[in-house]
């Protein structure tokens, strides 16, 4: 469950956030966007890279974005690969959609389900009507080998991180990359930014959390 007091921008329409990172975005994705939802908003999520094809929601036609919005539910707009997932949908049907949309929420890299992230070269992509990037990570990567939880971790080795891809993932590490211009807030500029910790399920994760 999502609250304002955790997202100030819920309490606003016009915003379009983007999700990077790793440790659940496409669960956070579609708590945010239901959270909008169950408000009466026009609320589109999808994709500027791939995500995996939801069950329910997925707008296969534009008339389907349309039957979502009336009946009071989110829709999750992208383009099938055939294994799946969704990649982005054509940019004219995006911008089309987003134009009307009252809150736009986006994934805008992968993590090959890895709770922690380091960008690569081509990512994330974010669009230029994103005022918001929430840089998410797991507190569950905590301790343990980078090499393990961290996806693209040689991305940014050794030019951000010298710890060895064997050496555990510890507080001050984590919020180097999420702070960092070349990990979490990488082409961020002047965007609101957002470091969101999940996975935090024993009281010892959540005051590293704090930490972090």
Known sequence: ????????????????????????KTTLLYA?????????????????????????NFAAADADVKA???AGAFAVLGTPD???????????????????????FLEADGAKRLPCKAPA???????????????LAGLSALDRPLRE?????????PQLLAAAPDAPL?????AQLLASTQGGRKAVGDRQFYAVLNQA???ELRQQGIQI
């Not at 959270?35 to 791939?50: N, S």
């Not at 070269?121 to 840089?135: C, T």
């Not at 693209?152 to 080795?157: F, G, L, P, T, V």
């Not at 510890?170 to 984590?174: A, D, G, I, S």
């Open 121 to 135: 070269a081509h990512e994330p992509v974010l669009l230029p009507q994103s005022d918001i990037v929430l840089a």
């Open 82 to 104: 055939g294994s799946g997932k969704l990649t982005a949908p054509p940019p004219r049907q995006l911008e089309h959609w987003m134009e009307q949309a009252d809150a736009v």
């Open 170 to 174: 510890t507080p001050p590490v984590l």
């Open 32 to 56: 945010l966007s239901e959270h909008c939802a169950r408000r009466g908003w026009r609320v589109l999520a999808g994709t500027t890279t791939h995500i995996r094809q939801p069950e329910r």
């Open 1 to 24: 469950m999502v609250t304002e007091a955790q997202f100030p921008f819920l309490a606003e329409k016009g915003h379009v956030v983007s999700l990077v990172g790793g440790g659940g």
């Open 201 to 203: 399920d024993t009281s």
């Open 149 to 157: 939880v961290c996806f693209r971790y040689d991305a940014i080795r």
């Open 68 to 70: 979502l919005w009336v």
